[in-house]
């Protein structure tokens, strides 16, 4: 009776282990609506999605002391397999889990611009009124 109770709690952790493992796929919002392929690297399964310019990989494996620079190798290893691209020196970066690079594609074109954002700031003197016509200080706050 007691190892009937234990399979059926295995087979439903196991269950609710694997879901959760699929959930865990979600790309961030550059690479929403970018297709998901699938590579394994070593022992690290990866999730690419990627653009002319830049790319995503989800490490989809449970690991229990994943090594951050491991996984930062194998997960451009993965980008590189998965794109056909050439990672841009210096970009990639991430956790054991999420990690991103900015590529180069053949044929890609040039690499857009990025807007500039817009900042507004709200301005006071510091010190005393009148203004005698000298330079003044003043201090600035950025709005949310």
Same mark, same amino acid.
Not at 39 to 66: K, M, Q
Not at 71 to 77: D, Q, Y
């Given at each position: 009776?007691?190892? %009937?109770?234990?399979?059926?709690? =295995?087979?439903a +952790?196991?269950?609710?282990f *694997?879901?959760?493992? +699929?959930?865990c796929?979600? $790309? *961030?919002? /550059? #690479?929403a609506?970018?297709?998901a392929?699938y590579?394994?690297? /070593?022992?690290?399964? #990866? *999730?690419?999605?990627?653009?002319p310019f830049? =790319?995503? =990989?989800i490490?989809l494996?449970?690991?229990?002391?994943?090594d %951050?620079?491991?996984?930062?190798?194998?997960?451009?290893?993965a980008i590189?397999?998965? *794109?056909?691209?050439?990672?841009?020196?210096s970009?990639?970066e /991430?956790?054991s889990?999420?990690?991103? +690079?900015?590529?180069?594609?053949p044929g890609a074109g %040039?690499?857009?611009?990025?807007r500039?954002q817009?900042?507004?700031?709200?301005c006071?003197?510091?010190?005393?009124l009148?203004?005698? /016509?000298?330079? %003044?200080e #003043?201090?600035?706050v950025a709005l $949310?």
């Amino acid at each position: 009776m007691h190892c %009937r109770v234990f399979r059926v709690l =295995a087979l439903a +952790a196991g269950t609710i282990f *694997s879901a959760g493992l +699929a959930a865990c796929d979600s $790309p *961030s919002a /550059g #690479f929403a609506n970018q297709p998901a392929r699938y590579v394994t690297v /070593g022992d690290a399964v #990866f *999730s690419v999605r990627y653009t002319p310019f830049a =790319a995503e =990989a989800i490490r989809l494996n449970a690991d229990a002391a994943p090594d %951050r620079a491991g996984i930062l190798r194998l997960a451009a290893e993965a980008i590189a397999a998965v *794109s056909g691209c050439r990672l841009r020196s210096s970009t990639l970066e /991430g956790d054991s889990t999420v990690v991103r +690079a900015e590529i180069d594609c053949p044929g890609a074109g %040039r690499r857009p611009v990025p807007r500039p954002q817009r900042l507004e700031l709200e301005c006071g003197f510091v010190g005393q009124l009148p203004w005698d /016509g000298e330079t %003044r200080e #003043f201090e600035c706050v950025a709005l $949310p």
